[in-house]
């Protein structure tokens, strides 16, 4: 069966600290890979998503960057956090071609002070 | 582009009442849809799905929505809720290697 796993699971930076989370999908070759953001009270926000590795599509300019190093591997990073960062970062995979369910791992709750 | 439209931000019911909650899309084009659920400090879950075939799905535990392509419709309705029932409802939309999500609807289960 396949897994995803994140973490850290809760994570407090200053504002202009660097950020790595990072995201990982078990039992599966080839996948889609997605990185959401939902901020407090509020729904989810796609910020990137990937269908092979090097290939990053971005929905949202902003201070943050992706990175798919390996298949099965899905990294955010940003140089330097804003307060506006702050929020839960919810990672996602799915099968990809004509298979849309996402499957979603538990997330990062990154706190920016 | 597709959009979601989940009305209703907070349902409030008490426990073994009946619930619907509402999820409308913008496109009447051929689509899949998807239900998720969100239980606090957790990642979301599916719920349910609609790809093809009959209009009415169903969950295990209990939930059920329902294709309305005229409507643009996929409301989901439980006929008795029970307090575990407690969590973030979100509705989905497929859009190429995409899901556009709703806002979410906060599903509240008093004893």
């Known amino acids: 069966s396949q897994t995803i796993h994140q973490w850290p699971a809760t994570l407090v930076q200053p504002v202009g600290s660097p950020l790595s989370l990072e995201c990982t999908v078990e039992?599966?070759?080839?996948?889609?890979l997605y990185w959401y953001r939902q901020a407090a009270g509020r729904g989810l926000q796609l910020l990137f998503y990937?269908?092979?590795?090097?290939?990053i599509s971005s929905e949202v300019p902003q201070n943050l960057s992706a990175s798919r190093p390996q298949d099965r591997q899905f990294i955010l990073s940003s140089k330097k956090l804003l307060l506006s960062d702050s929020g839960f970062y919810l990672c996602?995979?799915?099968?990809?071609?004509?298979?849309?369910?996402?499957?979603f791992g538990p997330g990062t709750r990154l706190t920016v002070t | 582009a597709q959009s979601v439209t989940q009305l209703d931000s907070q349902v409030p019911v008490f426990e073994e009442a009946p619930v619907e909650l509402r999820c409308n899309y913008s496109?009447?084009?051929?689509?899949?849809l998807f239900w998720y659920v969100q239980y606090p400090n957790q990642g979301l879950q599916l719920l349910l799905k609609?790809?093809?075939?009959?209009?009415l799905v169903e969950s295990i535990n209990g939930f059920e929505a329902e294709f309305n392509k005229s409507q643009t419709s996929f409301h989901l309705r439980k006929p008795s809720v029970h307090i575990s029932d407690t969590a973030e409802y979100f509705c989905?939309?497929?859009?190429?290697?995409?899901?556009?999500f709703g806002t979410g609807t906060r599903l509240q289960v008093f004893p």
């Open positions: 039992g599966t070759s080839n996948p889609n």
């Open positions: 496109s009447s084009v051929s689509v899949y």
């Open positions: 990937s269908v092979g590795i090097g290939q």
């Open positions: 996602a995979w799915s099968k990809g071609g004509s298979s849309y369910e996402q499957y």
């Open positions: 989905a939309v497929s859009e190429a290697d995409k899901l556009i």
């Open positions: 609609y790809l093809s075939g009959s209009t």
